[in-house]
């Protein structure tokens, strides 16, 4: 997945009117305002209540759905192999959110705080906050792109990490 591609998948939902955010490798690196490594998808937060919008406007586009967990997230694939994982919102009238987990007590839990914008190929494009970024970044064995993706954070924005 190309900085290109995400670009294309932004416009293709906001032709939509569907509200998204970039999480995972991809809004690392748009927090960082560069790509610092491949990304084999792009993970996107959006609204539920805007589902769908969302899976209409993949379908339209080719996308077919090559995974299912809802409520908690699903992945559509392209024809050519770029995917997208799709993680659904519940919005607060605060602006908060929260996304179900496999855990029904424990949700995923999204500040309002955490709805930043970023930078893809030089554009601004929304995604989650270095803080959101960290949070989800716990309570497992990271991978090497985990690794790679927090010393990141480290060395552009001089904080703290757990690895």
Do not use: K, N
Not at 96 to 103: G, K, L, P
Not at 127 to 155: I, K, N, W
Request: charged share 25%; net charge negative.
């Amino acid at each position: 997945m190309t900085g290109d591609d995400v670009l294309a998948v932004l416009a293709l939902l906001r032709r939509a009117e569907v509200d998204v955010w970039i999480g995972g490798g991809w809004g690392i690196d748009a927090l960082i305002g560069e790509q610092t490594r491949q990304h084999r998808d792009v993970d996107l937060m959006h609204r539920q209540d805007q589902e769908a919008a969302v899976v209409a406007a993949f379908s339209e586009a080719g996308f077919e759905e090559s995974l299912s967990w809802r409520p908690i997230r699903f992945v559509v694939t392209a024809p050519d192999g770029r995917e997208v994982d799709l993680h659904p919102l519940v919005f607060a009238d605060d602006d908060s959110a929260v996304q179900a987990s496999h855990d029904p007590e424990r949700p995923f839990v999204y500040p309002s705080s955490c709805f930043v914008t970023g930078t893809v190929e030089g554009r601004t494009v929304p995604c989650l906050s270095v803080e959101q970024q960290v949070y989800f970044h716990q309570g497992y064995e990271p991978t090497d792109r985990d690794r790679h993706d927090m010393a990141q954070l480290r060395r552009v924005f001089g904080i703290a990490t757990h690895f």
